[in-house]
T-cell receptor, first 111, second 116 residues
């Protein structure tokens, strides 16, 4: 199946710092989605991207759909303790209706 | 409230004992899907369904069955569970289409399955 490489695997940051994570795929994707998962919960959608080059914000979160359609990144500005969780990229390739997820970035915010 | 529900939330069973995990959504979504989540591997798609009576294999379908007799329900069946199916399972749904918003999947709360 598709490989989505997400990095970094984990981050430990001070409250107030900005965060950046990215995701790359081995093939072209039609959509890129970013999810956050809290412990014991299902993933919750943060941002959805639908075309190459698109830059979309949701509060302190900003995500971009790479020009090559093989990558995406997520930025979180001025992190706060409730940003703690696991962030996943996901996407649908150009080949059908299957979704693929990255392996996740675990974020810890130190107050 | 729009939601995806799964039952049970936790299940411990023994090898070979058939089980079913139910999934139901109240958003009238056409597309439903099952994922398993394992440490270090993220979420991997098991099966998905584009609509009633239409199901397709995802990335890791071996050892699982699904059915889609009604739009709102998409049960996951393990005919003969094995220890390597110990995992956290998520059901998700979204509406079909190619417009903005149609790719946004909504996830259930998860079912933690342990097979001994």
């Amino acid at each position: 199946g598709q490989q989505l490489n997400q990095s970094p695997q984990s981050m430990f940051i001070q409250e107030g710092e900005d965060v950046s994570m990215n995701c790359t795929s081995s093939s072209i994707f039609n959509t890129w989605l970013w999810y956050k998962q809290d412990p014991g919960e299902g993933p919750v959608l943060l941002i959805a991207l639908y075309k190459a080059g698109e830059l979309t914000s949701n509060g302190r979160l900003t995500a971009q759909f790479g020009i090559t359609r093989k990558d995406s990144f997520l930025n979180i500005s001025a992190s706060i303790p409730s940003d703690v969780g696991i962030y996943f990229c996901a996407g649908e390739p150009n080949t059908g209706n299957q979704f693929y997820f990255g392996t996740g970035t675990s974020l810890t915010v130190i107050p | 409230e729009a939601q995806v529900t799964q039952n049970p939330r936790y299940l411990i069973t023994v090898t070979g004992k058939k089980l079913t995990v139910t999934c139901s959504q109240n958003m009238n979504h056409e597309y439903m899907s099952w994922y398993r989540q394992d440490p270090g591997l993220g979420l991997r798609q098991i099966y998905y369904s584009m609509n009633v009576e239409v199901t397709d294999k995802g990335d890791v379908p071996e050892g699982y069955k699904v059915s889609r007799k009604e739009k709102r329900n998409f049960p996951l069946i393990l005919e003969s569970p094995s220890p390597n199916q110990t995992s956290l399972y998520f059901c998700a749904s979204r509406r079909n289409g190619v417009d903005r918003g149609s790719y946004e999947q909504y996830f259930g709360p998860g079912t933690r399955l342990t097979v001994t």
